[in-house]
């Protein structure tokens, strides 16, 4: 098993640290894992969905991710549902 730790929207990082990036956006995580054939098992409308209450919670922070803003491609397949030939 291996784990990747990220955040919803990339909130986060360390305000002692200027310059610092901060954590990578889950929702473009699990849009990579699944465009790569690796079932997340994570359901991309819910997870984007749920930002709208961390924007609403955290008023006045930036939420990234591009995901979310784009949408997902018409072709998108979760890897769970892709057919395997």
Known sequence: ???FDSSQG???G???APGATGNIVTED??????SMGLDTG?????????????AEGLPGEPV??????AGLPMNFR?????VTA
């Open 14 to 16: 360390c305000p002692y």
């Open 29 to 34: 995580l699990v849009f990579m894992l699944e």
């Open 42 to 54: 994570i359901d991309m409308a819910n997870l984007v969905e749920a930002r709208k209450f961390l």
């Open 1 to 3: 098993m291996t784990t």
């Open 10 to 12: 990339g909130i986060g």
């Open 78 to 82: 979760r890897a769970a549902d892709q």
């Open 64 to 69: 990234y991710g591009h995901v979310p803003d």
